[in-house]
């Protein structure tokens, strides 16, 4: 049972327009959400995270948008740049030392 | 500041052969560590976690196995392997709270043949 989904398999963005990447879950005990980005061959790197008591965090040209009622998240970046081209992977926190639930990841490619 | 190191970078070994892959973390104490493995489509899959020495937690029930002898040393074994254990194998470490989450090692991309 998939409990944090990325519908998207890839996504193929503009260089300078925005990229939406999506995000849902089903467990409504989640309590914190993080975004990861990887290059291939590489660990994943920290991107932006988000409280559920929050509904918008900003964090330069990133932004994470919670919708609690819908289990929904989303990771906005304006403007693209080629080098946001990476998979880029949703993650889900229940409590404390619980391990992170990530969901299958989403290849964004930035055309120039 | 906090490191942590992976080895081998690539490894390719005969199906029914062991293995063995170590992380180490340096620059903190009693570090939550963990074992994923990315598969073609299946994403970040957990495999092992440990909260302390001697602690393993399994997710999937498969022919591998992780050890925690020291506190900052996470190994991932198996004694034979199967083609299906190909895939790239990230160690990750966190500090049990909020915040960033995990830090993950650059990875071992395991071919079995």
Redo the contacts between chains.
């Keep these: 049972d998939q409990q944090v989904k990325?519908n998207s398999?890839s996504l193929s963005v503009q260089e300078g327009r925005i990229s939406i990447l999506n995000c849902d879950y089903t467990n409504s005990m989640f309590d914190?959400f993080?975004w990861?980005k990887k290059y291939p061959?590489?660990?994943?790197?920290?991107l932006i995270?988000i409280?559920s008591i929050k509904d918008k965090n900003e964090d330069g040209r990133f932004t994470v948008f919670l919708n609690k009622s819908a289990k929904h998240l989303s990771l906005h970046i304006v403007p693209s740049q080629p080098g946001d081209s990476a998979v880029y992977?949703c993650?889900a926190?229940l409590t404390?030392?619980t391990?992170?639930?990530?969901?299958?990841?989403t290849r964004l490619s930035v055309i120039a | 500041s906090q490191t942590i190191h992976q080895w081998p970078a690539t490894l390719v070994q005969p199906v029914g052969s062991p293995l063995s892959l170590e992380c180490t973390v340096e620059g903190t104490s009693n570090p939550n560590l963990y074992w994923y493995r990315q598969a073609a489509g299946r994403g970040l899959q957990l495999l092992f976690y440990s909260v302390g020495i001697g602690q393993i937690s399994s997710e999937v029930p498969q022919n591998l196995s992780a050890s925690r002898p020291q506190d900052r040393q996470f190994i991932l074994s198996s004694k034979k392997l199967l083609l299906s254990d190909s895939g790239f194998y990230l160690c990750a470490w966190s500090g049990g709270g909020v915040g960033y989450g995990y830090t993950f090692g650059s990875g071992t991309r395991l071919t079995v043949v």
Excluded at chain 1, 41 to 46: D, I, L, W
């Design positions: 990325q398999p914190y993080l990861y061959a590489e660990g994943p790197t920290f995270s409280s992977f993650a926190r404390g030392n391990p992170l639930v990530f969901g299958k990841g």
